[in-house]
């Protein structure tokens, strides 16, 4: 059995990706989840100093409870047992894991699942994982029928610092990313569809130049937020665009909805398709 649990330092939607793609391989090819260590970490980690990125939107314990509580219907689920190890690991490729029984593996998550393992779509325990994975998020994060849904949300990322903003830059300019998101701002407000952005960005002004103030308006910009609220907003909105962001990301794994890639090249940096789990997924460049 190859033992893993989930550890890393960033966002929430960086931890919950992270959870939940190393969740998917419970039982499949012999890999072991242990929602048990990661309780015990978290609740040892004072509060969990591995999230990053709070905001004075969110609740840190809030998002600590709903990590726990992930992890606890997870146990409960699929009625896993604690287990005591000898050996850890840490951030190790998930193809190179020592099969031992008295090993834990690390790992910040397994971001690519459908290219290290060939077909794992066509894997029955793997589809049957994601959507009692994909369940006990949507229950988690309370995610309900009733909740209020937005037509159509477009992610935009940008980063948290200089860094991460010179790298989405060098992303974006290597793609039609800012292209194709201001091609299908056009074609949605003309055909007066109302838009919301979610963006950690100062300024879009470059994407509205052509609209005109009438049209404008049909676009509201969020970008001071809560977390949480935007993720489940991600989640339950009947289109979203995503961004080159985990959150999002994310996002789509968990929505039964229409999902849009903005760029190719973007869908594959993601690290899988999403077309393998989501079967409403599209590329924007087929939607313009």
């Excluded at 966002?11 to 242990?34: A, K, R, S």
Aim: aromatic content about 12%.
């Amino acid at each position: 059995m190859i033992n893993i649990s989930q550890l890393s330092k960033d966002g929430i939607g960086h931890q919950l990706h992270g959870i939940f793609t190393l969740m998917c391989m419970y039982n499949v090819y012999n890999y072991y989840y242990d929602a048990y260590q990661y309780i015990e970490n978290i609740k040892s980690d004072n509060n969990s100093k591995r999230i990053e990125h709070i905001s004075q939107f969110d609740n840190k314990q809030k998002l600590i409870d709903i990590l726990l509580t992930i992890h606890k219907n997870f146990i409960k689920e699929f009625k896993t047992i604690k287990k005591d190890y000898l050996n850890y690991t840490k951030f190790q490729p998930i193809l190179k894991l020592d099969d031992n029984e008295n090993t834990l593996h690390y790992l910040d998550s397994n971001l690519f699942f459908n290219k290290d393992f060939s077909n794992i779509e066509d894997n029955e325990t793997f589809v049957k994982n994601y959507n009692i994975i994909k369940s006990i998020f949507r229950k988690s994060l309370d995610i309900t029928k009733n909740f209020k849904q937005t037509d159509i949300i477009i992610h935009i990322r940008y980063g948290n610092n200089a860094q991460q903003i010179n790298a989405y830059n060098n992303i974006y300019k290597r793609t039609n990313y800012w292209n194709n998101i201001k091609n299908i701002i056009e074609k949605l407000v003309n055909n007066n569809k109302k838009i919301t952005i979610h963006t950690d960005s100062i300024t879009l002004d470059f994407l509205f130049k052509n609209l005109s103030n009438e049209k404008k308006q049909l676009v509201t910009i969020i970008n001071e937020y809560d977390v949480l609220q935007t993720l489940r907003d991600f989640i339950n909105c009947k289109t979203l665009i995503i961004g080159f962001s985990s959150l999002s990301t994310l996002a789509g794994l968990l929505s039964d909805n229409i999902l849009i890639i903005p760029d190719d090249k973007i869908n594959k940096s993601i690290g899988y398709d999403h077309s393998i789990l989501n079967n409403n997924t599209l590329l924007l460049s087929n939607v313009l």
